[in-house]
């Protein structure tokens, strides 16, 4: 390399991307680290791990000889992501903010900022790759199918690609610990974070009711039972089993043994009658869908792909789901599954595969219809 390329580096304090700069440093680039501060409600509360893990940061660019500065990006976290975050759960949407936090901070704020020091790429320890083929780019799976991200990173636009690196997304977890230990990362063997970006590992509820009103109302069976009160739809998602607070109901005159204590998972979210609609077991119909329709796309290539089947996935870690797309106006598109798929959530994020290729996107805004005449049993408040 004539000259160095000037690479900027998203430290988080992890260890993905502190293996990420070593790689970029390897490689021959000007790796310059960049630790980015998204929230400061509560710094000091035990749950808010920031100052920590910008140590970890400060103490992996000490190791690998690089520059780090700490930059403030609060401001555009709290207008530009958690503004929407707080406006989808209050409209009884389950949204995902880490998609939000990619698209308009860390490949945008962060993006703008390294272009300002002088940089010619960013790069991060996402688990995801770039290729560029017939003058345009692709966003890939990574090749760890464990650790792949690339559903996290579906809005991203041809600019953005362009100028991104993902020096581990050719590598398995594994690897990259193994890379962090042989040179002596002082983060070589930390946890990996499983929290929302700003909230972190919090319990969620009590950090949702610092910023939603509890708004309580009946939960009902499908039989329209009432089980017991909701502390507020905005708390709830489809698909959720834990923290109901309700027990089995048992027929008049059942036998014992029944399914009375089989558990029970939110099905339905009413707004307009404030109940929530609970129903016992994994495979009920109601938490079974064929279609959906999705809003607000973001498509990788800039446009829509050709309607035609391909795969999607309507949540992280799960395996890809043959369907049919369609595109549904300038930023809508539909989806039929070839097998109906389970607790389909408005506001979760319906992201589109051809094979490796990750085509972009939408936000899932209604779940069309349940199998077996699910939909056309539920009590008529329940919405299809």
């Given amino acids: 390399m004539a000259s160095k390329q000037r690479v900027v580096v998203g430290l988080s304090g992890g260890v993905d991307s502190a293996v990420s700069a070593h790689l970029l440093k390897q490689q021959g680039y000007e790796v310059i680290g960049i630790f980015m501060k998204n929230w400061e409600d509560d710094d000091d509360s035990e749950y808010c791990s920031t100052r920590q893990d910008f140590l970890d940061a400060a103490s992996v660019a000490d190791v690998l000889g690089i520059d780090i500065e700490h930059v403030n990006f609060a401001a555009e976290y709290k207008d530009r992501v958690f503004a929407e975050f707080l406006r989808e759960y209050q409209a009884g949407r389950t949204p995902n903010p880490d998609v939000l936090c990619n698209a308009e901070i860390k490949f945008k704020a962060f993006l703008d900022h390294a272009m300002r020091l002088g940089a010619e790429k960013i790069a991060t320890g996402h688990y995801a790759r770039v290729r560029e083929r017939h003058g345009a780019f692709e966003l890939l799976k990574g090749l760890d199918p464990l650790k792949d991200q690339s559903y996290f990173l579906h809005r991203l636009n041809q600019a953005q690609l362009s100028k991104t690196l993902f020096p581990v997304g050719e590598l398995p977890k594994t690897e990259v610990r193994r890379i962090a230990a042989a040179i002596g990362l002082p983060n070589a063997k930390k946890k990996d974070s499983t929290g929302i970006c700003f909230i972190g590992e919090r319990p969620f509820r009590d950090f949702l009711n610092r910023y939603i009103a509890r708004e309580p109302g009946p939960i009902k069976d499908e039989k329209g039972r009432v089980l017991g009160q909701h502390v507020g739809l905005s708390f709830y998602t489809l698909g959720q089993r834990q923290g109901l607070g309700i027990g089995g109901v048992r027929e008049k005159g059942a036998q014992k043994g029944g399914n009375e204590h089989a558990p029970w998972f939110v099905a339905r979210k ?84 051809d094979g490796e290729v990750c085509l972009g996107g939408g936000v899932i805004s209604t779940s069309a219809d349940t199998v077996d005449g699910g939909a056309a049993r539920a009590p008529r408040a329940v919405p299809a």
């Fill in 270 to 353: 009413d707004i307009e009658k404030n109940t929530l609609w609970v129903v016992q077991g994994h495979d009920h119909p109601w938490l079974l869908t064929p279609r959906l329709r999705a809003q607000d796309a973001s498509w990788v290539a800039g446009h829509a792909p050709a309607a035609g089947d391909m795969a999607a996935k309507t949540r992280y870690r799960q395996a890809d789901a043959p369907c049919r797309f369609e595109a549904d106006g300038d930023t809508g598109f539909a989806l039929a599954f070839t097998e109906p798929q389970w607790a389909v959530t408005p506001g979760q994020s319906a992201v589109l595969y």
